[in-house]
Protein backbone atom coordinates (compact mmCIF):
# COMPACT_ATOMS: atom_id res chain seq x y z
CA UNK A 1 0.00 0.00 0.00
CA UNK A 2 1.69 3.59 -0.71
CA UNK A 3 -0.72 5.52 1.27
CA UNK A 4 -2.35 7.15 -2.38
CA UNK A 5 -5.84 6.36 -2.05
CA UNK A 6 -8.41 7.20 -4.87
CA UNK A 7 -11.73 6.47 -5.34
CA UNK A 8 -13.77 5.05 -6.92
CA UNK A 9 -11.90 1.71 -8.14
CA UNK A 10 -14.10 1.31 -11.25
CA UNK A 11 -16.58 3.53 -13.13
CA UNK A 12 -18.76 2.94 -16.13
CA UNK A 13 -20.51 5.71 -17.73
CA UNK A 14 -21.55 6.70 -21.35
CA UNK A 15 -20.58 8.86 -23.63
CA UNK A 16 -21.40 12.59 -23.53
CA UNK A 17 -21.15 12.25 -19.46
CA UNK A 18 -18.65 14.07 -16.99
CA UNK A 19 -17.04 12.17 -14.12
CA UNK A 20 -14.55 13.32 -11.07
CA UNK A 21 -12.26 10.94 -9.84
CA UNK A 22 -10.64 11.81 -6.82
CA UNK A 23 -6.90 11.23 -5.23
CA UNK A 24 -5.72 12.18 -1.84
CA UNK A 25 -2.24 11.96 -1.47
CA UNK A 26 0.19 10.82 1.17
CA UNK A 27 0.44 12.37 4.19
CA UNK A 28 3.08 14.74 4.04
CA UNK A 29 3.34 15.10 0.57
CA UNK A 30 2.39 18.26 -1.70
CA UNK A 31 2.66 17.02 -5.22
CA UNK A 32 0.07 15.32 -7.15
CA UNK A 33 0.40 13.78 -10.19
CA UNK A 34 -2.26 12.39 -12.45
CA UNK A 35 -1.72 9.69 -15.85
CA UNK A 36 -3.58 8.14 -18.21
CA UNK A 37 -2.89 4.83 -18.60
CA UNK A 38 -4.69 3.08 -21.97
CA UNK A 39 -3.17 -0.17 -23.43
CA UNK A 40 -1.35 0.83 -26.20
CA UNK A 41 -0.10 4.35 -25.10
CA UNK A 42 1.46 3.35 -21.61
CA UNK A 43 1.51 6.15 -18.91
CA UNK A 44 0.54 9.36 -20.35
CA UNK A 45 0.94 12.33 -17.90
CA UNK A 46 -1.70 14.90 -17.76
CA UNK A 47 -1.15 17.48 -15.50
CA UNK A 48 1.13 18.14 -11.97
CA UNK A 49 -0.65 19.95 -8.76
CA UNK A 50 1.68 21.13 -5.98
CA UNK A 51 0.20 22.36 -2.74
CA UNK A 52 -3.03 24.29 -4.26
CA UNK A 53 -1.01 25.23 -7.58
CA UNK A 54 -0.99 23.53 -10.81
CA UNK A 55 2.97 22.83 -11.87
CA UNK A 56 3.29 21.51 -14.68
CA UNK A 57 1.05 20.47 -17.54
CA UNK A 58 1.38 17.10 -20.11
CA UNK A 59 -0.97 15.95 -22.95
CA UNK A 60 -4.32 17.18 -21.09
CA UNK A 61 -7.50 17.26 -23.39
CA UNK A 62 -9.41 20.70 -22.92
CA UNK A 63 -12.27 18.18 -22.04
CA UNK A 64 -10.22 17.59 -18.65
CA UNK A 65 -9.40 19.66 -15.76
CA UNK A 66 -8.21 18.96 -12.51
CA UNK A 67 -7.90 20.80 -9.08
CA UNK A 68 -6.12 20.39 -5.67
CA UNK A 69 -7.48 21.50 -2.67
CA UNK A 70 -6.58 22.95 0.57
CA UNK A 71 -6.28 19.42 2.13
CA UNK A 72 -4.26 18.55 -0.83
CA UNK A 73 -6.83 15.97 -2.34
CA UNK A 74 -7.16 16.65 -6.22
CA UNK A 75 -9.82 15.69 -8.01
CA UNK A 76 -9.78 15.10 -12.30
CA UNK A 77 -12.96 16.04 -14.08
CA UNK A 78 -13.07 14.46 -17.50
CA UNK A 79 -16.43 15.63 -19.51
CA UNK A 80 -17.85 15.23 -22.79
CA UNK A 81 -16.75 11.41 -22.72
CA UNK A 82 -15.88 9.71 -25.58
CA UNK A 83 -14.68 5.60 -26.00
CA UNK A 84 -11.38 6.94 -26.46
CA UNK A 85 -11.26 8.04 -22.46
CA UNK A 86 -11.66 4.64 -21.50
CA UNK A 87 -8.64 3.40 -19.63
CA UNK A 88 -6.99 3.75 -16.11
CA UNK A 89 -6.22 6.85 -14.84
CA UNK A 90 -3.57 6.90 -11.96
CA UNK A 91 -2.82 9.55 -9.42
CA UNK A 92 0.67 10.19 -7.80
CA UNK A 93 2.39 11.86 -5.02
CA UNK A 94 6.02 12.59 -3.94
CA UNK A 95 7.47 14.69 -1.01
CA UNK A 96 8.22 18.20 -1.04
CA UNK A 97 11.44 19.52 -1.38
CA UNK A 98 14.44 20.28 -4.10
CA UNK A 99 14.80 17.45 -6.74
CA UNK A 100 13.80 14.37 -8.15
CA UNK A 101 11.35 12.33 -5.43
CA UNK A 102 9.84 8.93 -5.91
CA UNK A 103 6.23 9.08 -7.48
CA UNK A 104 4.04 6.79 -4.98
CA UNK A 105 1.25 5.94 -7.16
CA UNK A 106 -2.45 5.16 -5.91
CA UNK A 107 -4.53 1.80 -7.24
CA UNK A 108 -6.15 3.57 -10.04
CA UNK A 109 -9.56 4.42 -11.32
CA UNK A 110 -10.94 2.15 -14.27
CA UNK A 111 -12.91 4.53 -16.52
CA UNK A 112 -15.19 2.38 -18.75
CA UNK A 113 -16.79 4.57 -21.02
CA UNK A 114 -19.71 3.24 -23.41
CA UNK B 1 9.04 16.80 -28.07
CA UNK B 2 10.04 14.66 -25.41
CA UNK B 3 10.42 11.36 -25.91
CA UNK B 4 11.45 8.34 -24.63
CA UNK B 5 12.18 4.74 -26.64
CA UNK B 6 12.08 1.45 -24.79
CA UNK B 7 13.30 -1.54 -26.24
CA UNK B 8 12.02 -4.86 -26.29
CA UNK B 9 8.39 -4.92 -26.11
CA UNK B 10 8.26 -8.38 -24.67
CA UNK B 11 11.10 -10.24 -23.09
CA UNK B 12 10.67 -13.86 -21.98
CA UNK B 13 13.26 -15.31 -20.07
CA UNK B 14 14.61 -18.64 -18.32
CA UNK B 15 14.41 -18.54 -14.78
CA UNK B 16 17.99 -17.59 -13.40
CA UNK B 17 18.84 -15.60 -16.73
CA UNK B 18 19.70 -12.25 -17.09
CA UNK B 19 17.56 -9.63 -18.55
CA UNK B 20 18.03 -6.41 -20.11
CA UNK B 21 15.90 -3.52 -21.03
CA UNK B 22 16.89 -0.57 -22.78
CA UNK B 23 15.87 3.22 -23.00
CA UNK B 24 16.45 6.34 -25.45
CA UNK B 25 15.64 10.03 -24.54
CA UNK B 26 15.84 13.12 -26.53
CA UNK B 27 15.89 15.67 -24.13
CA UNK B 28 19.98 16.23 -23.35
CA UNK B 29 18.56 17.94 -20.12
CA UNK B 30 16.98 15.08 -18.26
CA UNK B 31 18.60 14.34 -15.22
CA UNK B 32 16.20 11.62 -13.43
CA UNK B 33 15.93 8.56 -14.54
CA UNK B 34 13.42 6.26 -12.48
CA UNK B 35 12.11 2.51 -13.65
CA UNK B 36 8.63 1.21 -12.59
CA UNK B 37 7.53 -2.22 -12.31
CA UNK B 38 3.86 -2.91 -12.85
CA UNK B 39 2.42 -6.40 -11.63
CA UNK B 40 -1.05 -6.96 -13.35
CA UNK B 41 -3.87 -4.97 -12.55
CA UNK B 42 -1.73 -3.13 -9.55
CA UNK B 43 0.19 0.15 -9.50
CA UNK B 44 3.26 0.94 -10.80
CA UNK B 45 6.08 1.14 -8.33
CA UNK B 46 9.39 2.24 -8.10
CA UNK B 47 12.49 -0.12 -7.95
CA UNK B 48 15.28 2.02 -9.02
CA UNK B 49 15.78 5.22 -10.09
CA UNK B 50 19.63 7.16 -11.36
CA UNK B 51 20.22 10.87 -11.20
CA UNK B 52 22.49 12.21 -14.08
CA UNK B 53 25.46 12.41 -12.21
CA UNK B 54 25.89 8.82 -11.83
CA UNK B 55 26.96 6.51 -14.13
CA UNK B 56 25.83 2.95 -12.58
CA UNK B 57 23.48 1.84 -9.46
CA UNK B 58 23.17 -1.46 -8.11
CA UNK B 59 20.19 -2.52 -5.51
CA UNK B 60 20.73 -6.39 -5.72
CA UNK B 61 19.61 -7.89 -8.63
CA UNK B 62 18.80 -5.18 -10.35
CA UNK B 63 21.00 -2.50 -11.79
CA UNK B 64 20.66 0.39 -14.17
CA UNK B 65 23.76 2.07 -16.45
CA UNK B 66 23.52 5.67 -17.86
CA UNK B 67 25.34 6.99 -20.66
CA UNK B 68 24.28 10.53 -20.99
CA UNK B 69 26.31 10.91 -24.04
CA UNK B 70 24.33 8.45 -25.94
CA UNK B 71 21.31 9.62 -24.26
CA UNK B 72 20.55 5.99 -22.95
CA UNK B 73 20.02 3.96 -20.14
CA UNK B 74 19.25 0.38 -19.38
CA UNK B 75 17.66 -1.50 -16.75
CA UNK B 76 19.54 -4.81 -15.99
CA UNK B 77 17.93 -8.15 -13.49
CA UNK B 78 19.80 -10.46 -12.62
CA UNK B 79 19.25 -14.13 -11.30
CA UNK B 80 15.64 -13.83 -12.45
CA UNK B 81 12.81 -15.04 -10.66
CA UNK B 82 8.99 -16.01 -11.92
CA UNK B 83 7.78 -13.04 -9.41
CA UNK B 84 9.85 -10.69 -11.73
CA UNK B 85 7.18 -11.28 -14.54
CA UNK B 86 5.76 -7.98 -14.87
CA UNK B 87 5.65 -4.47 -16.92
CA UNK B 88 9.00 -2.74 -16.69
CA UNK B 89 8.35 1.11 -17.56
CA UNK B 90 11.66 3.70 -17.58
CA UNK B 91 11.21 7.09 -17.63
CA UNK B 92 13.39 10.44 -17.92
CA UNK B 93 12.49 13.99 -16.26
CA UNK B 94 11.71 16.79 -18.34
CA UNK B 95 13.96 20.37 -17.52
CA UNK B 96 12.62 23.60 -17.81
CA UNK B 97 11.45 24.07 -14.33
CA UNK B 98 8.68 21.41 -14.43
CA UNK B 99 7.97 18.31 -12.54
CA UNK B 100 7.07 16.15 -15.63
CA UNK B 101 8.07 12.74 -16.29
CA UNK B 102 7.97 10.92 -19.84
CA UNK B 103 7.66 7.22 -20.18
CA UNK B 104 8.61 4.67 -22.14
CA UNK B 105 5.78 2.45 -23.37
CA UNK B 106 6.82 -0.50 -21.46
CA UNK B 107 8.39 -4.09 -21.45
CA UNK B 108 6.14 -6.96 -20.80
CA UNK B 109 8.44 -9.28 -19.00
CA UNK B 110 8.11 -13.23 -18.29
CA UNK B 111 10.78 -15.26 -16.21
CA UNK B 112 9.49 -18.75 -16.96
CA UNK B 113 10.14 -21.46 -14.15
Known amino acids: DSGVTQTPKHLITATGQRVTLRCSPR?????VYWYQQSLDQGLQFLIQ???????AKGNILERFSAQQFPDLHSELNLSSLELGDSALYFC?????????????FGPGTRLTVT | GENVEQHPSTLSVQEGDSAVIKCTYSDSASNYFPWYKQELGKRPQLIIDIRSNVGEKKDQRIAVTLNKTAKHFSLHITETQPEDSAVYFC????????????FGKGTKLTVNP
Open chain 1, 27 to 31: SGDLS
Open chain 1, 49 to 55: YYNGEER
Open chain 1, 92 to 104: ASSPPGQGWHEQY
Open chain 2, 91 to 102: AASIAGGSEKLV
